[in-house]
């Protein structure tokens, strides 16, 4: 202990374990046990004028797509534990396979797959803010698109 | 009437510069000794008493009576030479050959009451001791030895409490009884 | 010493005077009886004589004249502001105190950091693809700036595929 009492050597000491304790706590930051995932799944069409009021939130998103009309079709969420995914059927015999990836700076990286029975049309990776979602589309249907909403929250 | 020192200060703080030389005159060989007994090299010693005046003649305007000029004026000092000490690029055996210097060149007048071989070595083996203390353990050991100062007016000049004045004496005298423990 | 270890603080306490006269007394008792404590004693007052003797007989006398007229000089002397801003940062931060000042500015700097990322990375909406395989679809990605949207797009035009679906719906939208 007499070696703490010298200013250099107490310097480094704090020094060192000031920066272990701040990249442990501030970089490498504790994984989330579950995500709760959201998938909400959208019809988009020209057929009218419609919007649906169950989607106010999304406005102003969905009118960045230009469609005149848009319908809530199903809205679903699922709690997925950590290194597990779930698998949500989409209108249109279509399903999307979601696995959380890892959570860092408060951003959570979401693996996608979507498939259209067996299949697969789209693979992708999206890193979302926490609370956040991208739009996923383009499928056709019934006379319209199918648009996805999927939005994620750590638990 | 001599003033007091308060007055003196009071005087300094209104620009009287004649009352700064009474003060510096009442306690420059008191800081000196202080100084040398930590820095154990005159020319080195001179300097920082010199600045400490130096300084406090600075600081006087802000000094409000708080504590007694002696130990503002201490503190100063010590705090330099604190610093000094940190400083400080010689070594023990310099510091012996430039005492040795300083005491022949002053010739017979000068030669230390200690003629006895075994109290010359005693010496030279308690200076060396003193000089491997940290320069907080050496503050409280001279400013004891020296000035004689009571536990609280070595905590007030250093900034510490007393029981840690008493603790770093305790530790030094114990330190310098085990290198000295032969001649003891 | 016999179990008087504690005895010595106490010891050195009387010899600078810092005993009360009740303390003094009953340790001044201990010492005849105590022959631990008498040496001890003995051993601190041969080390304090010995330690006045050295620091004050080789502290040679100062002429007071030659003395002032140096302070007087560096009083008088116009010091470079540098030296009056370092002597005024040795003086708000000694040693001692930087030793502590120095690790907690590096751990506030680096705490900042990552808060700031960590603040930054909840505050970027924008989603990042990091990667997208379409099976040999066009895909289009879009970033709307106003609502941090980001779409992915999949168009049905893959040869042979969904005529049907591309005859009633549209192309695509509108972006």
């Known amino acids: 202990m007499k070696l703490l009492k010298k200013p250099p050597l107490r310097v480094l000491l704090f020094s060192l374990v000031a920066m272990l304790a701040v990249a442990v706590t501030g970089t490498a930051q504790t994984q989330p046990q579950n995500i709760e995932v959201r998938i909400g799944a959208i019809l988009a069409s020209n057929q009218n004028d419609e919007f649906d009021a169950r989607l106010k939130g999304l406005e102003k998103q969905l009118r960045v797509l230009k469609y005149r009309s848009y319908r809530l079709l199903t809205d679903k969420s699922e709690n997925i534990p950590r290194n597990g995914n779930k698998v949500f059927e989409i209108p249109g015999g279509r399903s999307l396979m979601v696995t959380p990836q890892e959570f860092q700076d408060n951003r959570i990286a979401l693996q996608v797959r979507l498939t259209d029975g067996k299949k697969p049309l789209l693979d992708t990776t999206v890193r979302i803010a926490n609370k956040g979602n991208f739009i996923l589309g383009g499928p056709p249907h019934e006379g319209g698109v199918l648009v996805l909403s999927i939005s994620a929250t750590v638990q | 009437m001599e003033l007091t020192d308060r007055e003196l200060v009071q005087r300094c703080q209104a620009g009287e510069m004649s009352a700064f030389q009474e003060l510096v005159s009442r306690y420059h060989q008191k800081v000196y000794m202080v100084i040398f007994g930590l820095l154990r090299n005159r020319e080195d010693a001179l300097d920082v008493a010199q600045e400490t005046f130096f300084r406090a003649h600075r600081k006087i305007g802000g000094f409000q009576g708080g504590s007694s000029f002696y130990t503002w004026i201490y503190r100063i000092a010590v705090n330099l030479s604190i610093d000094a000490q940190r400083r400080q690029k010689r070594n023990p055996l310099d510091f012996r050959e430039s005492m040795d210097d300083l005491l022949e060149s002053q010739g017979e007048a000068a030669r230390d009451p200690f003629a006895d071989l075994h109290d010359k070595e005693l010496r030279e083996k308690l200076t060396s001791a003193i000089n491997d203390l940290t320069p907080e353990h050496k503050a409280v050991i001279v400013l004891r030895t020296i000035e004689g100062l009571s536990y609280k007016d070595i905590g007030e000049i250093l900034g510490c409490s007393e029981g840690t004045v008493m603790s770093r004496l305790h530790y030094a005298r114990k330190k310098l009884q085990d290198k000295l423990s032969a001649f003891l | 010493m016999n179990g008087c270890e504690d005895k010595v603080a106490s010891i050195e306490r009387w010899l600078d005077g810092e005993l009360s006269g009740a303390e003094s007394e009953s340790l001044r008792v201990h010492m005849v009886a105590c022959a631990g404590c008498s040496e001890a004693r003995r051993r601190l007052e041969k080390l304090q004589s010995t330690l006045t ?62 808060l700031e990322s960590y603040w930054r990375g909840g505050r970027n909406a924008f989603a990042t693809v990091e990667s997208i395989d379409a099976y040999g679809r066009n895909v289009a990605l879009l970033r709307e700036y106003d609502t941090k949207t980001t779409v992915i797009w999949l168009y049905q035009d893959q040869e042979g595929e969904n005529e049907a679906a591309e005859e009633t719906a549209p192309s695509g939208p509108a972006f």
Not at chain 3, 92 to 109: D, F, G, T
Request: aromatic share 12%.
């Open chain 3, 53 to 114: 003797d050295v620091l004050l007989s080789e502290a040679q006398p100062v002429d007071f004249m030659p003395f002032w007229r140096a302070v007087q000089l560096r009083i008088n002397e116009k010091r470079p502001w540098y030296q009056d801003a370092l002597d005024w940062m040795r003086g708000v931060l000694p040693a001692s105190r930087l030793a502590w000042v120095v690790p907690a500015v590096i751990a506030l700097l680096l705490a900042g950091v990552s």
